[in-house]
């Protein structure tokens, strides 16, 4: 499928992946403030204190896949917020950045607690758009330029770059295509994973959705949402080209993550082999290559793939959050939201799944009937 050209965003310029990094070309008066990324426990999300010195804190999450700046009741009263159940326009605060943030407070289901259950805090393209916004996902940091001294408009691409033409629309959509098929997606970093399609997209594609294995249902703001596993064999953003690369394809959409875009977008784990400028006024997006790992959840890819277990790091351990069937994972007994603590310090996600490849035991915590149990898991001995 080719997008109308009235509709296609145009390259503008692009490298190969292992040309030279270009030095750092911002102004110093450019820079407004960086901001370094908290430490969460949930891994893939960019979490940066808003506050002024000496406030309360403001924990947002930078979310280019929201409009609005919004918090769910809990997360509001946790940064001061005095919640009013009534209040129907923003609420403002001052930020570091020296412009108050607007934002909503989501009292329409509860004033006490979320409608899901997940509580938390977005900042969105009606505040970013004030700024060319870096998220430099190697070094863990947001710088906040101002538009007035830096613009990608001005800005010729170096090696290893690629410029790329947004759509006018306060979220970055963009064109990426999946085995030569283009599509629009949303460039989304409050999305963990490395790509989502809708039913419909994937099926432009040429993705066969009905045979995909289910893999797990999937939380958004509105509640969760079936999802199934698709692996693409190429994907191609700004030139720049990966390999076999898991797709979650949502059949029935995801509670219209951009209708601009099918329901479908570009997270976490694509963003973060790149260091990404989004100049919301120029409509510009800058991407250098910085890493070409494919993961998920930041974990090794292809290990997962051979193992046939999904796994999402926490700093105490990884929890589980798919096992496919009929995988050395399955046959060692895994499930779905057991949780596999470290036994060493050192311990990380491919660790792990190297030993479950190898058939080792490994001890599980798992909730049997209410109750989280230890749960020591190996692998059966070979039949004679």
Same mark, same amino acid.
């Given at each position: 499928?080719?997008?109308?050209?009235?509709?296609?965003?145009?390259?503008?310029?692009?490298?190969?992946?292992?040309?030279?990094?270009?030095?750092?070309?911002?102004?110093?008066?450019?820079?407004?403030?960086? $901001?370094?990324?908290?430490?969460?426990?949930?891994?893939? =999300?960019?979490?940066?204190?808003?506050?002024?010195?000496?406030?309360?804190?403001?924990?947002?999450?930078?979310? +280019?896949?929201?409009?609005?700046?919004?918090?769910?009741?809990?997360?509001?009263?946790?940064?001061?917020?005095?919640?009013?159940?009534?209040?129907?326009? &923003?609420? =403002?605060?001052?930020?570091?950045? *020296?412009?108050?943030?607007?934002?909503?407070?989501?009292?329409?289901?509860?004033?006490?607690?979320?409608?899901?259950?997940?509580?938390?805090?977005?900042?969105?393209?009606?505040?970013?758009?004030?700024?060319? $916004?870096?998220?430099?996902?190697?070094?863990?940091?947001?710088?906040?330029?101002?538009?007035?001294?830096?613009?990608?408009?001005?800005?010729?691409?170096?090696?290893?770059?690629?410029?790329?033409?947004?759509?006018?629309?306060?979220?970055?959509?963009?064109?990426?295509?999946?085995?030569?098929?283009?599509?629009?997606?949303?460039?989304?970093?409050?999305?963990?994973?490395?790509?989502?399609?809708?039913?419909?997209?994937?099926?432009?594609?040429?993705?066969?959705?009905?045979?995909?294995?289910?893999?797990?249902?999937?939380?958004?703001?509105?509640?969760?949402?079936? &999802?199934?596993?698709?692996?693409?064999?190429?994907?191609?953003? *700004?030139?720049?080209?990966?390999?076999?690369?898991? $797709?979650?394809? +949502?059949?029935?959409?995801?509670?219209?993550?951009?209708?601009?875009?099918?329901?479908?977008?570009?997270?976490?784990?694509?963003?973060?082999?790149?260091?990404? =400028?989004?100049?919301?006024?120029?409509?510009?997006?800058?991407?250098?290559? +910085?890493?070409?790992?494919?993961?998920?959840?930041?974990?090794?890819?292809?290990?997962?793939?051979?193992?046939?277990?999904?796994?999402?790091?926490?700093?105490?351990?990884?929890?589980?959050?798919?096992?496919?069937?009929?995988?050395?994972?399955?046959?060692?007994?895994?499930?779905?939201?057991?949780?596999?603590?470290?036994?060493?310090?050192? &311990?990380?996600?491919?660790?792990?799944?190297?030993?479950?490849?190898?058939?080792?035991?490994?001890?599980?915590?798992?909730? $049997?009937?209410?109750?989280? +149990?230890?749960?020591?898991?190996?692998?059966?001995?070979?039949?004679?």
């Amino acid at each position: 499928m080719r997008l109308a050209p009235q509709l296609a965003s145009v390259w503008l310029a692009t490298c190969g992946p292992l040309a030279a990094i270009a030095a750092d070309d911002v102004p110093a008066n450019a820079v407004v403030d960086r $901001v370094a990324f908290l430490e969460v426990d949930e891994p893939n =999300r960019v979490y940066l204190d808003f506050a002024p010195e000496g406030s309360e804190p403001l924990r947002l999450e930078l979310d +280019t896949g929201a409009t609005h700046a919004v918090m769910t009741p809990l997360a509001a009263r946790a940064a001061g917020v005095s919640v009013r159940p009534l209040k129907q326009d &923003a609420y =403002r605060r001052k930020t570091r950045l *020296g412009r108050d943030l607007q934002f909503y407070v989501d009292t329409l289901s509860s004033d006490t607690g979320s409608r899901t259950g997940w509580e938390y805090g977005l900042v969105g393209g009606d505040f970013l758009k004030q700024y060319v $916004v870096e998220i430099d996902f190697a070094s863990r940091a947001v710088r906040f330029l101002d538009p007035r001294r830096y613009s990608l408009l001005e800005v010729q691409p170096q090696d290893g770059e690629a410029l790329l033409v947004l759509r006018d629309s306060p979220r970055p959509i963009l064109p990426i295509q999946i085995g030569g098929h283009e599509l629009p997606v949303l460039a989304d970093t409050g999305q963990p994973w490395p790509i989502q399609l809708s039913g419909k997209a994937a099926k432009e594609v040429g993705v066969d959705v009905d045979s995909l294995p289910v893999w797990r249902a999937i939380r958004t703001t509105l509640g969760n949402v079936e &999802a199934r596993v698709y692996v693409a064999p190429d994907v191609s953003i *700004g030139g720049f080209h990966f390999a076999n690369v898991p $797709v979650l394809v +949502t059949p029935k959409g995801s509670y219209n993550i951009s209708g601009e875009t099918s329901d479908s977008a570009i997270g976490y784990d694509l963003l973060a082999q790149f260091l990404v =400028r989004f100049d919301y006024q120029g409509r510009r997006m800058l991407l250098r290559k +910085t890493g070409d790992r494919v993961v998920f959840y930041g974990v090794d890819y292809a290990l997962e793939r051979e193992t046939g277990v999904f796994l999402q790091p926490w700093p105490t351990g990884s929890r589980v959050i798919a096992v496919m069937p009929d995988s050395p994972a399955a046959k060692l007994g895994l499930r779905a939201r057991d949780f596999i603590t470290r036994d060493a310090p050192a &311990a990380t996600p491919e660790s792990i799944l190297r030993e479950i490849q190898s058939g080792e035991r490994v001890n599980v915590k798992r909730d $049997v009937d209410g109750v989280t +149990t230890d749960v020591a898991l190996e692998a059966s001995p070979a039949k004679p």
